[in-house]
C-alpha cells in the first residue's frame, strides 16, 4: 500500500497500523511510504502511520479488506484478434467494484472491468494477437486469481460469399455462406440481419445456415465463431 503524507522519517519504528495491526513501513520520502497489508478480517479498517511505535496519526484514512475472490468461469471463452468481446467472468466475491480488472495474459493486456453483480464482471478483451491467453482478475491491481479456463484469440472471420443470395419469407433456405477464419466451435453462428441462427461448419472457408423467418428485403449476413 502507497501511503502518502508529511513528517515521514527513517526509523526501524516507522509502521503502518491497520485497524490494530501493524505493519513495517518502507521511507521512500518524508512524504511517502510502503507498507504490506497484514492479515486480519473482511471489513474496513483505519490506517495511520507511526515512526516512533507510540505515537500514530490521527487522519482515520481507511483501507477495505476484502474476500478472497476466485473465479468460476468465462464466457464465451473465444472472440476475433481485434478484441472487443465482452467476456463474462463469473465467480466472485467482488466487493470492490470501482477497482476491478482484467488481464488476458499479461499486464500489457490489462483492462478495466464493469460490475455486474457480487458474483459477476463484464471485461472488454483487447486486441491481442491469435493464441490461448489466461484470464486472471484483480481488485486491487496487485493480487491476481486465474481463470480455471483460458480466452481463445482467433482470426478474424470475414464473409466473402453468400449463396443462394435470395429465398422464400418464411424462412427454411440452406445458405452456403463462403469467407475465410470459420472455426468448428459449438457457438458458431449466422446472423441475418438481426436474427441469429445456428450454423454448420463445414470447413474454414465455408459453412451452412438456414434463413430465418423475414419480413422482405435486402439483410446483411454475418457469421460469428462465439
Known amino acids: 500500500v502507497e501511503v502518502y503524507g508529511s513528517g515521514f522519517v527513517d526509523s526501524p519504528l516507522l509502521a503502518c497500523r491497520f485497524g490494530g495491526m501493524d505493519a513495517a513501513a518502507v521511507l521512500k520520502s518524508n512524504t511517502h511510504l510502503t ?5 486480519t478480517a473482511a471489513g474496513i479498517q483505519g490506517v495511520e502511520v507511526t515512526t516512533n511505535g507510540a505515537d500514530f496519526s490521527t487522519n482515520s484514512l481507511q483501507f477495505f479488506f476484502t474476500e478472497p475472490i476466485a473465479i468460476e468461469a468465462i464466457s464465451p471463452v473465444s ?3 481485434r478484441g472487443g468481446t465482452m467476456v463474462t467472468v463469473t465467480g466472485g466475491p467482488f466487493t470492490a467494484p470501482e477497482a476491478i480488472v482484467c488481464e488476458f495474459g499479461s499486464a500489457a493486456y490489462r483492462v478495466a472491468a464493469t460490475w455486474l453483480s457480487e458474483g459477476a464482471v463484464a471485461c472488454p ?6 493464441a490461448s491467453t489466461e484470464i486472471r482478475l484483480s481488485t486491487n491491481g496487485q493480487q491476481f486469481v486465474m481463470s480455471p479456463m483460458t480466452f481463445e484469440y482467433q482470426h478474424v472471420s470475414v464473409v466473402l460469399s453468400v449463396y443462394p443470395s435470395s429465398g422464400a419469407l418464411l424462412g427454411g433456405t440452406d445458405v452456403e455462406v463462403r469467407g475465410v477464419g470459420f472455426m468448428p466451435s459449438p457457438a458458431l453462428q449466422c446472423k441475418f440481419g438481426e436474427t441469429v441462427v445456428n450454423a454448420v461448419y463445414v470447413d474454414s472457408a465455408l ?3 438456414r434463413s430465418p423467418v423475414s419480413a422482405g428485403g435486402e439483410t446483411e449476413v454475418e457469421v460469428s465463431n462465439n
Open 207 to 209: 459453412v451452412r445456415c
Open 35 to 39: 507498507c504490506v497489508t497484514p492479515m
Open 125 to 130: 478483451s483487447p486486441a491481442h494477437e491469435p
Open 79 to 81: 472472440g476475433p484478434e
